[in-house]
């Protein structure tokens, strides 16, 4: 299946129903995907660290000089920082996201392996992740975003298995 990865974005945001066909792909396009995912994260996860400024990160008037003088260290740190920290947190909350739609794939008589509900995970944690990266947007508290996250992904996911096979 020859998929381009704006195509996958705009299903994965429009279309739940889709997402159970992709539970085919190969995992390196889904790796690329998630990848991708987590680079836009990194992205604006960096944006907000230079906004707030190296002064308010390490929250001492004294060391403000010093802070300026190492600023040039301080960015790469903290992009690879929070890379690996990004990575870490979308990997997990994909598995559980995965391990939550296994739950449901056997009352719904689906047939359908974890390794192809995490491929699905992928997909459907898309609107999730646009809400958690854009959530400092709205005056919604984080509590209230993550739980509107965690149901949508949860939808999508749902939805996505009533198109997997039926279990004999």
Do not use: C, D
Request: charge should be positive; aromatic fraction near 18%; proline fraction near 2%.
């Amino acid at each position: 299946m020859k998929i381009s990865h704006m195509q996958l974005f705009i299903h994965s945001l429009t279309s739940p129903k889709k997402l159970g066909a992709y539970r085919i792909l190969s995992i390196g396009k889904v790796m690329q995907y998630a990848f991708l995912m987590i680079t836009l994260i990194t992205a604006f996860s960096f944006g907000q660290f230079i906004n707030a400024g190296t002064a308010e990160i390490f929250g001492y008037s004294e060391i403000e000089q010093y802070a300026q003088n190492i600023q040039w260290i301080v960015y790469p740190i903290a992009i690879v920082f929070l890379f690996v920290l990004n990575t870490s947190i979308y990997f997990i909350k994909v598995s559980l996201y995965a391990l939550a739609g296994l739950f449901f794939i056997k009352p719904m008589k689906r047939r359908g392996e974890y390794r192809q509900i995490w491929r699905t995970a992928v997909f459907a944690s898309t609107w999730g992740t646009l809400l958690m990266i854009f959530g400092n947007l709205f005056i919604i508290s984080e509590t209230v975003m993550t739980l509107i996250s965690i149901f949508i992904t949860m939808f999508f996911i749902i939805i996505a298995l009533t198109k997997y096979p039926v279990q004999k």
